[in-house]
């Protein structure tokens, strides 16, 4: 089975250009499938369900959902191919822009938006700096000036990966985004010896782990203090 990792900040239209790309693939004779990580709720599977895509969704709460994607993927792997799926693909919104949910050897998709001003790009971290593809969406809401300043920042951050617009709305880029995923996606039968691409934080503090009272002094490696007073 294939399996395919697609991340990108929320409301990008994630859902929107997978589940199209995925139907693209469906009709060609492939079973694919879905995932969907979110945090508090989620309705994308039932948007995924109701074209026909199998889909599961799972929530992480209070944790990062890329550390939640970390620790359930065996159990992703395992649920495709007990479908016999021929890929899979995982959807994943980072939240921190510290984490990322690609691992090596899987293709990795990076889905961003025009909306968030030309400076977006420096601030999405590994989950767009370490993508194979590069997915560019509502584009069709700025000016062609805008796209193109975008796109060029786009590449600043990441060379190597393969930039794509995709129009999630009627579809545009949506066949091209599937052929990607169908030649350049490889094989995965166990996640046992695979590596993220990117390390997640070395250490949780107190306050990630639901401390509430301010004041306190937590040494978590190395701590950054901000530098304000003379």
Not at 41 to 49: A, F, G, L, P, Q
Not at 125 to 142: E, R
Not at 152 to 157: E, G, I, M, P, T
Not at 211 to 228: A, M, P, S
Request: glycine share 10%; with cysteine; proline share 5%.
């Amino acid at each position: 089975m294939r399996l395919v990792t697609i991340a990108g900040p929320p409301s990008t239209g994630k859902t929107a250009v997978t589940s199209k790309a995925l139907l693209s693939l469906m009709s060609s004779g492939l079973k694919v499938g879905a995932i969907k990580i979110d945090c508090l709720s989620t309705e994308d599977d039932t948007s995924y369900e109701a074209v026909g895509i199998p889909c599961r969704s799972g929530l992480s709460g209070p944790l990062c959902p890329d550390h939640y994607f970390a620790s359930n993927l065996d159990e992703m792997l395992a649920w495709g191919q007990k479908r016999d799926l021929d890929l899979l693909v995982t959807e994943s919104a980072g939240l921190c822009n510290r984490c990322s949910p690609h691992v090596q050897g899987v293709l990795a998709v990076c889905v961003v938006d025009c909306l968030g001003g030309i400076n977006t790009p420096k601030k999405l971290g590994p989950m767009l700096k370490s993508a194979d593809v590069i997915v560019v969406t509502k584009g069709d809401l700025v000016s062609q000036a805008e796209r193109e300043v975008f796109s060029f920042q786009l590449q600043s951050v990441n060379r190597k990966a393969i930039l794509l617009s995709v129009n999630g709305l009627t579809g545009q880029g949506t066949f091209e985004l599937a052929e990607l995923l169908r030649e350049q996606s490889q094989d995965l039968v166990s996640v046992v010896g695979q590596r993220l691409r990117f390390p997640m934080p070395a250490a949780l503090c107190s306050y990630c782990l639901g401390e509430t009272r301010l004041g306190q002094d937590y040494q978590i490696g190395n701590l950054r203090k901000l530098e304000l007073l003379p």
